[in-house]
């Protein structure tokens, strides 16, 4: 296992110093075709399509626990692998390196989900806001995904799309993942840049095992009072007065914010408090609900799993409280997190920090260190 802390930032300075190569220097090689999911597409319509018999089909049904969770959209994108004989259909997932291969050679058929070791190269782009935040960044590398996730960089601390100017400056350092020397698909967000509110404000991705922030150097956010409920922070929606809600399909409130993370991943206590309810019910399917001395209440929805807790337990800043899932009204495993004053839902992005309680250490030491390097640049000067 290497050091991914250590190797970051060789990673980093390598593309700063080196000209931007960008998709075609890298050599194609015709094994690994790209292939577009169709409307009404089903995993067995595909298969059958790419030369999968009834055969092979009823092989790979006996594993169906490995695929069932592919979800899939017209135009979504799965590869197709061919040597000796043998066929291999993948799908790559969005969130992990985790990779669902479907494969046949001869009257053999399977399934498999393994951890896929790309090949990764780090990119950098820089641009200028034009229209919305996403589609500038859309515009320089096609993808939604990471679009998204440079917010992720700032929402914690900025109103992005009010509080963004026209021609506001940005630049990106992510992964590109390749199999075969074919780019398959963009990985983590390493570094973020963005002209916000008359600063140029960097956010670092900092990795922990099983998870990771963006932190800025700058700024600690030792002022909020509460850390984020997860090791991995990819906030997928926020807290809005008004909204679409996928499931009821009309407009109501969204009173919380959502973070985004594989089932069975671990869920915290965002402060020390004591659990005053917990329980199943059909919107906020297996919750918890925390108060805090502070006279905040947090809440978490949506769990697979809930410890084994009693009324008026205490728990600490950090305490297991669950796993994420995907019970009540919900379409992919999520947290739904919010926070109550005084008996009303507020914000709950302002109330804690951009990392977990467990991660506390991490970020501190990060921070620390900047502030000695930027001591001992001042002296040099
Ligand atoms: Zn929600």
Redesign the pocket.
Known sequence: MLNFKLILPALILTTLFLPYQGQAAKTNQPTTVEKQVRAGDTIFSILRRLGFQQSHLSQIIENESLYKRITLIPRQVYFLKESNGKTEVLFLSDLTDRTVTFFKKGDQAGVASEKEDFETEVGRVTGWVRGSLVASIQNIVPSKKLAYRFLDAYVFDYKVQKQLQRNARFHMVFEKKFLDGKLVKYGEVLETGLEIKGDYVVRKFLPFADGGSFVDEQKPFLDRPFFAPVNYVRVS?LYQPYRFHPVKRRRMA?L???FELEQGKPIFSVGHGTIVKFGRNRAAGRYVVVKHPNGLTSYY??MSSVQDFEINQTVSAGALLGTIGCTGYCTKP?L???IKKHGKFVDPITYIRPYAFTQRHNVEQLLSKAASDSKSQTAIK
Do not use: E, I, L
């Open positions: 929606s969204h919380g914010m959502d929805n949506h999520h739904h997190f919010a």
